[in-house]
């Protein structure tokens, strides 16, 4: 589904590797097992950049302790439900469709693994 380049970095940080973001979304699946991605009015906004509008995340965190980044502390299952606040996704695809970059802007507080973290008790 992505270039082995792919680019996914928060504002101000290095960029990741698609290994890397992979590895986030596969931690994120086993500690919150039911977790859904809703996003929509999901169009091509230019050629080859697809906007996904206010994508929200839920889960509920029944899996394995949550330890997103090696300095935090694991926080273990606690059976609380989550919901990040909204995000816009933009992937710029080639021509081939695979995804090269993905910038996400966030729309709110609480999103991505530093808001799942701190919503199940985890202290920054």
């Known amino acids: 589904f992505a270039s082995p380049h792919v680019l996914v970095t928060p504002e101000g940080e290095p960029p990741v590797t698609v290994q890397q973001f992979a ?7 086993l ?29 509920t965190h029944t899996g394995q302790a949550y330890q997103p980044l090696p300095m935090w502390d694991p926080i273990p299952a606690t059976g609380r439900p989550v919901v990040l606040d909204p995000e816009r996704y ?3 695809l080639r021509e081939d469709g695979k995804i ?3 910038d996400i802007v966030s729309l709110g507080c ?5 808001g799942l973290y701190v919503l199940v008790g985890g202290q920054l």
Not at 23 to 29: A, K, M, P, S, T
Not at 110 to 114: A, E, Q, R
């Open 31 to 59: 500690s919150f097992p039911d977790i859904h991605y809703d996003g929509h009015d999901i169009q091509e906004i230019q050629p080859g950049v697809v906007l996904v509008e206010d994508n929200v995340v839920r889960g």
């Open 90 to 92: 933009f992937f710029t």
């Open 100 to 102: 090269v970059k993905v």
């Open 23 to 29: 590895h986030v979304i596969c931690n994120d699946i």
């Open 110 to 114: 609480h999103t991505g693994i530093t």
